[in-house]
């Protein structure tokens, strides 16, 4: 199996667009029908109702986008019966030629931090959640990513560290300067220095960063300080960013990032002219419609064209 | 049900010490029998070893110690069938009396953040794994441990939110200095201010730092700095920290900190003198064995006797 990089940068041009999809299932915002008994539903019934609702959403995605991200928390919230439904979701999505980031943003030390990565990273049945990549979190410093990153490459799989988060607290301490400049940007040094290790065929690595889409500027100096690395963009839509804030995040290929959309996509049928064009029954066209608008937008107001 | 600060300090004080038995069970160092596979076994035999394995740390410590930290990320890399049995473990844990805490390292934003927390959090059987405390990761910033405290203080549960942490490499981004002091003393304020927001009748908050043995002047600078902060100090033994480094962290009831043993007591069977007295087959009695010395350790040598 080629390197998770590689296999990013193929499916990104197969598709033509870096649109990576958020599988956040929330019991209280399903489309009626799915859960009847609404979030006080049995941990059974909500496994049962998060597995149909991603397999849906999967369906109509999977021929237009090249990965998608399904959140943890939301599976882990519902007890084991939600983690064998996470599991069962990946298996499908990539089944269906999907990538799959499992958010989780883990992070430990030593051999700790190893059994984390053998238990989520590894396609093609090495671990029994399977995922292509997986996003962590640097505070453990460098010794505690180092062990997800062998086992990565062991596994041909990828990682997202933690770099410049998207909700409005994350400057606390991502932006406290050292040496003039802010954290965020020492934690980019480390990350590029191990993108730059593992870079495949395509010029960037395995190891990628998680770069919000409401701070533009800051997308644009870490595009430049960062050349070997992946974005992923979280903070599109729902969270404020736009096509153009995001256009900073690629390079002149169209390549060096994808950009998530979690509940803009996956709830549209509950959002303004989704609600008003399909309604809940026909969730599954609002999905297709936004994520197609999603795509004609990066495009249009983005310039973002990946070939 | 009272608040976990209550909660641990009535537990510290009934047992006239401040030991956390860690419970990562590893396939590779479980005595001989109970699992007679190997780490290469079946899911469910691994699950049902480390239950069979937890219990039986659990059956020796719950009379001599307040509390046990199960490490998720080793019941997580068997995959489903092992978190089913970190959950029987926390259970029977609680039933036996005592507290415990999940370390799980979560962190994520808003309504994410919230979605962990309602999972892991909330003994007497208000979530799937019902912990009585989470250990944390800060990096993403205040606004995502506020939906951590808000659960836990719903639930009469706690928090350890990483501070500084043990590892050799942990100081690659802990340390450097921001305004002259290094970041984790910045992340250390915010944990205080929460601490101070959650204080129960002992003094101390819900909301304490995972601050490791390692460093011990840093551990008595931090115990300055956060007066109303419990800490959970990690690194004692195995990672060479000794009763005399851990004594800072103490106030002068001796209360204040838990120390965590993982390795040090639950595979004492396999370590110097406990493998000549006990071997693998009197495995418990090693586990014993450690546990009271090291309490002995910490009264002597630290003189740390809560009271």
Not at 39 to 60: H, M, T, W
Not at 79 to 96: D, H, N, R, S, V
Not at 125 to 132: F, I, L, N, T, V
Request: charged share 20%; net charge negative; proline share 7%.
């Amino acid at each position: 199996m080629p390197p998770f990089t590689d296999r990013l940068e193929t499916a990104v041009r197969r598709c033509g667009n870096p649109v990576l999809v958020g599988l956040d299932p929330r019991a209280e915002m399903l489309p009626e029908g799915i859960l009847p008994g609404g979030k006080d539903s049995r941990p059974d019934e909500l496994a049962a109702a998060y597995n149909q609702f991603c397999r849906g959403v999967i369906d109509v995605v999977a021929p237009l986008v090249p990965a998608v991200k399904p959140q943890a928390a939301f599976f882990e919230q519902i007890g084991p019966q939600g983690m064998t439904a996470l599991a069962e979701i990946i298996q499908y999505a990539q089944k269906k030629g999907l990538l799959v980031i499992l958010d989780g943003k883990r992070n430990d030390i030593g051999s700790t931090a190893e059994a984390y990565a053998r238990g989520l990273l590894g396609p093609g049945g090495r671990s029994p959640w399977g995922a292509d990549a997986l996003t962590v979190s640097p505070y453990l410093g460098g010794d505690s990513l180092r062990p997800f990153v062998d086992v990565a490459m062991d596994r041909s799989a990828g990682l997202f560290v933690l770099v410049k988060t998207s909700n409005p607290g994350g400057g606390m301490f991502q932006d406290l300067l050292s040496d003039g400049r802010p954290l965020y940007r020492h934690v980019a040094d480390y990350v590029e220095k191990l993108a730059a290790e593992t870079t495949g065929a395509c010029g960037y690595g395995s190891v990628g960063a998680v770069v919000g889409a409401t701070y533009p500027e800051q997308l644009a100096e870490l595009r430049a300080q960062m050349p070997h690395t992946w974005f992923l963009v979280p903070g599109f839509g729902s969270q404020g960013g736009t096509a153009s804030d995001v256009a900073a995040a690629f390079d002149q290929r169209g390549l060096g990032a994808v950009i998530n959309n979690s509940r803009g996509i996956i709830f549209a049928h509950a959002r303004g002219q989704y609600a008003q064009r399909f309604g809940p029954e026909r969730w599954q066209e609002a999905v297709e419609a936004a994520t197609v608008d999603m795509i004609e937008q990066l495009r249009t107001e983005g310039g973002i064209n990946p070939v």
